[in-house]
T-cell receptor
C-alpha cells in the first residue's frame, strides 16, 4: 500500500482564493510526522508546514494551514489568499520514527491571475 | 548559515559509465538522505546516513551506493548507468535522524545518453 497518496495531479486556483491540496497517509505507528513541501520550477524543495501525530491542534504557518484528520488519516494543505508565486509542485510527506521519509507523487498548483 | 550544497548541478553521462554526486549538509547537521526524482514519480528514497552509518535504504539496485564522511559530507555513486537513471537527485539534511524537517539542496540533474 502507498504510504502517501496525493490524488490531485493538477489544481488551478484563482489569485486571492483559497485552495486545498489533498493528502492521505497509511501507517500503523502511533507516532509519526507529516510534512508539506513546495517545489518551484527551480527545483529546490521548500519546507512549508509540519504536523505531529500527537499534536492536538492543526498546524498553521502564515497562509498555510494543515487540516489534520487523524481518524481519516488525512493531512490536507490549505493555502489561503493564493498568490502567483504559489504556483509550484506540492508534496506531502510522512516519517515514522527511525524510518525513512515517504513522499507522495505531488500536486501541481497553478494560480490564475 | 550556508544551505545544503550539491555538486555538480548538471551532469551528462553515457550508458555504462559511473557517476559520483556530492552533498554538503548544513553545518551541524548529521543526517543526510538522498532521493531520486523523476517526472510523475515523486521522490523515491535512496538512502539515509547518520554519523557515517547507513540507517535506511530504499528499494534501489546495488548499482546505487553512498557514503558519509566524518564531516557529514556525503557522496552518492551510481555505477553502470542506465537510461532510466536520468533524474534529479536531491540531497537533504537534518540535525538528527528523527521527526525533523529536511533541508534540501538544489539537486543534481543527471542525464544519461
Amino acid at each position: 500500500a502507498q504510504k502517501i497518496t496525493q490524488t490531485q495531479p493538477g489544481m488551478f486556483v484563482q489569485e486571492k482564493e483559497a485552495v486545498t491540496l489533498d493528502c492521505t497517509y497509511d501507517t500503523s505507528d502511533p507516532s509519526y510526522g507529516l510534512f508539506w513541501y513546495k517545489q518551484p520550477s527551480s527545483g529546490e524543495m521548500i519546507f512549508l508546514i509540519y504536523q505531529g501525530s500527537y499534536d492536538q491542534q492543526n498546524a498553521t504557518e502564515g497562509r498555510y494551514s494543515l487540516n489534520f484528520q487523524k481518524a481519516r488519516k488525512s493531512a490536507n494543505l490549505v493555502i489561503s489568499a493564493s498568490q502567483l508565486g504559489d504556483s509550484a509542485m506540492y508534496f506531502c510527506a510522512m516519517r515514522e520514527p527511525g524510518n525513512q521519509f515517504y513522499f507522495g507523487t505531488g500536486t501541481s498548483l497553478t494560480v490564475i491571475p | 548559515k550556508a544551505g545544503v550544497t550539491q555538486t555538480p548541478r548538471y551532469l551528462i553521462k553515457t550508458r555504462g559509465q559511473q557517476v559520483t554526486l556530492s552533498c554538503s549538509p548544513i553545518s551541524g547537521h548529521r543526517s543526510v538522505s538522498w532521493y531520486q526524482q523523476t517526472p510523475g514519480q515523486g521522490l523515491q528514497f535512496l538512502f539515509e546516513y547518520f554519523s557515517e552509518t547507513q540507517r535506511n535504504k530504499g528499494n534501489f539496485p546495488g548499482r546505487f551506493s553512498g557514503r558519509q564522511f566524518s564531516n557529514s559530507r556525503s557522496e552518492m555513486n551510481v555505477s553502470t548507468l542506465e537510461l532510466g537513471d536520468s533524474a534529479l537527485y536531491l540531497c537533504a539534511s537534518s540535525l538528527r535522524s528523527t521527526n525533523e524537517k529536511l533541508f534540501f539542496g538544489s539537486g543534481t540533474q543527471l542525464s544519461v545518453l
